[in-house]
């Protein structure tokens, strides 16, 4: 497992607006983005990526850390081998924004 690279005193911020001046196709209307800086560039990096595979009508839904806990979320239509490559995209992106895969969304 990769080490956790987010900073101790990173403030978590609204990054949806920002994310979606970059990729406003890439993101569901509904889409919402609360990121620390740090976790921002790793998204913008997973979702350069995606967007080199072509047009595989990936929708990102959410990327939210709650610490604790977190939420993210997407769909694609892409083929099978698309699917796979965006699935193992996102595998490395929520760990390395240092989230853990049991712990996908927050207790109410």
Known sequence: ???????????????????????DD??????????????YRLLTRALDQIEALGDINFVLEACIDHRPGHLVRWSNGGNKQQDAAVDEIMR?????????????EPAL
């Open 1 to 23: 497992m990769k080490p956790v690279i987010r900073p101790a005193n990173g403030i978590l911020r609204d990054m949806t607006s920002t994310v979606r001046l970059l990729v």
């Open 26 to 39: 890439m993101l569901s209307d509904a889409c919402k983005i609360m990121l620390d800086e740090q976790q």
């Open 92 to 104: 490395i992106l929520i760990e390395d924004l240092g989230f853990t895969a049991d712990l996908q």
